[in-house]
């Protein structure tokens, strides 16, 4: 699969990783922040030093640069920045202009989530996800838990064997 | 008539300040704290402090008895959003976003937003219009399309000059609509020959643009 990411924080570093090590193709998108803070660390630090895809530094928003990641011959987008609406609106864009088959938003806000659902645009709260599979994890229900908690333990332990990037 | 504002800067402020004086109802909607006092206290108790792309915002807002919503942030995905939601979530019957980046335009419309407003593309117009050689002035994006209507003044040594409307290079999709010569409007044909000085009007897709400005002007 081709597949585009828009927001490179830890979630989608973790995913283009997970991607890119089955011998999918991913380009991952991150924007030109200005803040000081984000400038002195670099740019795509959560993307594993073993990544073999394309990193492009600009705004997910902007059609120039969802084309230079490839967008239009993309099986997949996924939009995982900070911001609800710029996911979104990531989202829409390589949906309803580049045609891209599947293309999923993370929305924060559970009521943005469901109305977008409903527009045919896929969302997932990460609200509601980690709420609901820690309450699960309290309540001992197996059936909801289990299954997403073995996963992801041996996602980690995959991460950690890791070496540490230099620097 | 009932407005909400989605946005307090000086665009939301000054927006909402001009539609009270013209007699209208008016709820502001500004995350800001500070930002939406100030506003309650140059305008009065029309202010609701909440971020509005919170659909809870918006119908506590009143939107959907709204006759129109306008978000004018600084921030245009927010834009959209907001515009969206009071669409889809409240059916407000009338949605207008303002665009930071006049290249918006065109997403938002695809994105089944029809009103846009970019004070950029406004400023370009008017700059371009000042301009002695370079008249060539998009008029408006023309609504429910993604077409605009594009001015042109035919110059001296340009490709079109002397030369017949039907030897124009538009791209596709393009077409001459009128042309304006001496103050009356002549009705195009592909033999009409085009003089300098005549003011060319032209429906084109947005995104042609560019070749539209390159067949008038080389």
């Known amino acids: ?167 | 008539m009932y407005f909400i504002v989605a946005g307090a800067g000086e665009v939301g402020f000054h927006l909402a300040q001009a539609l009270l004086e013209a007699g209208h109802e008016v709820t502001v909607i500004e995350a800001d704290r500070r930002r939406a006092s100030f506003v309650q206290e140059k305008l009065g108790s029309i202010v609701l402090n909440e971020a509005a792309d919170e659909g809870r915002a918006q119908m506590e807002a009143g939107c959907s008895r709204a006759d129109a919503l306008v978000a004018v942030t600084g921030d245009d995905a927010k834009n959209l959003v907001i515009c969206q939601l009071a669409k889809y979530h409240c059916h407000t019957p009338r949605v207008i976003a303002r665009v930071n980046n006049p290249k918006n335009e065109i997403v938002f419309k695809t994105l089944g937003i029809d009103e846009t407003i970019s004070s950029t593309r406004v400023l370009m117009s008017v700059i371009e219009q000042e301009l002695p050689t370079g008249g060539f002035l998009p008029l408006m994006p023309l609504t429910g399309s993604q077409l605009e209507l594009i001015e042109a003044e035919i110059a001296p040594g340009t490709p079109p000059a002397g030369r017949t409307v039907g030897s124009l290079k538009l791209p596709s999709g393009a077409v001459v609509g009128g042309v304006v010569r001496r103050g009356k409007v002549v009705h195009p044909h592909d033999e009409t020959k085009l003089e300098v000085g005549d003011r060319v009007i032209v429906f084109a897709p947005t995104a042609t643009e560019g070749e539209v400005r390159k067949a008038l002007f080389g």
Not at chain 1, 53 to 82: F, H, N, P, S, Y
Not at chain 1, 91 to 104: D, L, M, P, S
Request: hydrophobic letters at 45%; glycine letters at 10%; proline letters at 3%.
């Open chain 1, 1 to 167: 699969m081709n597949v585009v990411i828009v927001g490179c924080g830890r979630v989608g570093g973790f995913l283009a990783g997970l991607l890119d090590a089955e011998g999918h193709h991913v380009s991952v998108v991150d924007i030109a922040s200005t803040s000081p803070a984000r400038a002195e660390r670099a740019w795509f630090q959560h993307l594993p030093s073993t990544f073999k895809g394309e990193t492009i530094l600009g705004d997910g928003t902007d059609l120039e640069i969802l084309r230079q990641a490839g967008v239009e011959k993309a099986d997949a987008l996924l939009a995982l920045t900070e911001g609800d609406n710029r996911n979104l609106m990531a989202a829409q864009i390589a949906q309803k202009i580049f045609g891209v088959r599947r293309v999923i938003a993370k929305v924060n806000d559970p009521v943005r989530a469901q109305i977008y659902r409903r527009q045919g645009i896929d969302t997932f709260s990460r609200t509601t996800i980690l709420g609901t599979l820690l309450f699960a994890m309290l309540m001992e229900d197996r059936e909801v838990g289990e299954v997403l908690i073995k996963k992801s333990l041996e996602h980690e332990k995959d991460l950690a064997h890791e070496p540490a990037p230099a620097g």
